[in-house]
């Protein structure tokens, strides 16, 4: 008898709906628009929450701080932080930056929390490689810090701890910048293939003294060409041919190899990038582009921020 009475319901249900045929069609529509936005919305969040992650991640995460000499005035130079100094401040006296040099860097690793602290060296050579050439913006950093800073390696390897030569590792968007000087077909950007250059297999020979190379270009100048070394990539960053990230402009390398390699080159000479004194003589000491410390938690990374902004110097997390 149950049976029959629930076949019975169902019948005039349908029987009812079908009579109704507008209403129910709406009806049905409405749950599915319903629905479907609710779906929608939630798969909206969660994509835009999974891309401001992956966007904060691939700017260094939130555990992380830039850290930039104080005063004067600073620009982006290469991925990190330059000191764009005027006359004034590049003398002494009390307006004088507070520089990011050896001491500073090592105020700065005793700070509570701080896992990795490495300064960063930035400067800009001539690359050549065959027919092609091109500006390397070159960061020098500790490896420790270039490993802990996780770098997603498409081919190769990180430069290894103990070798006395310059080895590299690229951005994924380097080799769009090589151009052939002698061809008018305007480089990737106008023609979109990729010169032919091979950043980890051929070695490259680099011009550190640009001044003094484009000043040996005039007959009239009787100035020498300078020397050209010798680099090497190792890795290449993850990333296609217009795929941009952080650091797809970047090229890296062991930072206590770039200072021996800059300080021989330069010897007696202002290292172009560094400020001078007075005199605008070199200073005794290297003063570093940036600075990048690593903290244990994000819950720390505000405190410790203010303590290095009290320190005179300048710093930024994506915690802000």
Same mark, same amino acid.
């Given at each position: ?13 349908? =029987? ?17 628009? +319903? ?24 700017? /260094? /995460?939130? $555990?992380?701080?830039?850290?930039? =000499? ?44 701080? $896992? ?6 930035? $400067? ?5 490689? +065959? ?10 950093? &500790? ?20 070798? *006395? ?5 690229? +951005? ?10 002698? *061809?008018?077909?305007?480089?990737? !950007? ?18 550190? &003294? $640009?001044?003094?190379?484009?000043? *040996?270009?005039?007959?009239? =100048? ?5 020397? @050209?070394?010798? +680099? ?7 990333? /296609?041919?217009?795929? !941009?990230?952080?650091? *797809?402009?970047?090229?890296?390398? &062991? ?40 903290? &244990? ?8 921020? @203010? ?14």
């Amino acid at each position: 008898v149950s049976r029959m009475k629930l076949l019975d319901l169902i019948k005039m249900s349908i =029987s009812n709906l079908w009579r109704r045929k507008l209403r129910t069609i709406l009806t049905i529509l409405g749950v599915i628009i +319903g629905t479907a936005s609710i779906v929608v919305m939630i798969s909206l969040g969660i994509g835009l929450n999974k891309s401001m992650i992956d966007s904060v991640e691939e700017s /260094g /995460g939130l $555990t992380t701080i830039n850290v930039s =000499s104080g005063g004067g005035d600073t620009m982006y130079y290469g991925g990190g932080m330059a000191v764009s100094m005027d006359a004034s401040a590049s003398g002494s006296g009390s307006n004088e930056p507070v520089y990011l040099t050896d001491e500073v860097i090592e105020q700065l690793k005793q700070l509570p929390h701080v $896992t990795v602290c490495s300064p960063v060296l930035s $400067t800009s050579v001539l690359a050549k490689q +065959g027919a092609y050439e091109s500006w390397l913006q070159i960061q020098g950093m &500790d490896l420790e810090a270039l490993d802990r800073m996780n770098l997603p390696l498409a081919e190769g390897t990180m430069p290894e701890p103990g070798s *006395s030569e310059l080895k590299f590792v690229f +951005g994924n968007m380097v080799i769009q910048d090589f151009y052939n000087p002698k *061809s008018n077909s305007g480089g990737y !950007w106008q023609t979109g293939e990729l010169p032919d250059v091979d950043l980890i297999n051929q070695p490259l020979f680099l011009i550190f &003294d $640009t001044d003094a190379y484009y000043q *040996s270009q005039d007959p009239q =100048s009787g100035i020498a060409p300078p020397k @050209k070394y010798i +680099g090497q990539g190792v890795g290449m960053l993850e990333g /296609g041919p217009e795929d !941009w990230k952080q650091y *797809s402009y970047s090229t890296y390398c &062991d930072i206590e190899v770039l200072k021996t390699q800059l300080k021989k080159i330069f010897k007696g000479k202002v290292i172009p990038g560094q400020p001078t004194t007075s005199s605008g003589k070199p200073r005794k000491e290297l003063v570093y582009n940036s600075a990048y410390v690593q903290i &244990d938690e994000m819950d720390n990374v505000m405190d410790i921020q @203010k303590q290095i902004q009290a320190m005179g110097l300048q710093a930024y997390s994506e915690v802000e």
